[in-house]
């Protein structure tokens, strides 16, 4: 059974750091290239960063460069995202994304808030 669990979602205040983990089960993950995405009220789910294989290369949106940090360890099956800087406008429900080809396999996501 494939799963994707994100989660190290929480309240933080702004100028805070947060690290998410996605751990991943039921296929094999060194193969898939992974993403982050997030999804705030009111808003289309968004790519943040992602990581393609098979060198690592890392991608992030423009507004989390910098600040944001996505990593993987293949011999654990977990993606990361270290978040540093927080702004208010990172607040959303972030979600692990895996993908292979024609698959593609989605986390139930974790909340992140950055609020004062």
């Known amino acids: 059974q494939v799963q994707l669990v994100e989660s190290g979602g929480d309240w933080v205040q702004p100028g805070g750091s947060l690290r998410l983990s996605c751990a991943a089960s039921g296929f094999n993950f060194s193969r898939f290239t992974m993403r982050w995405y997030r999804q705030a009220p009111g808003k289309e789910r968004e790519l943040v960063a992602d990581?393609?294989?098979?060198?690592?290369?890392?991608n992030y949106a423009g507004s989390v460069q910098g600040r944001f940090t996505i990593s993987r360890d293949n011999e654990k099956n977990m993606l990361y995202l270290q978040m540093n800087s927080l702004k208010p406008e990172d607040t959303a429900v972030y979600y692990c994304?895996?993908?292979?080809?024609?698959?593609?396999?989605w986390g139930q996501g974790t909340q992140v808030t950055v609020s004062s």
């Open positions: 994304k895996a993908i292979y080809g024609s698959l593609a396999y």
């Open positions: 990581m393609l294989l098979p060198r690592g290369r890392r």
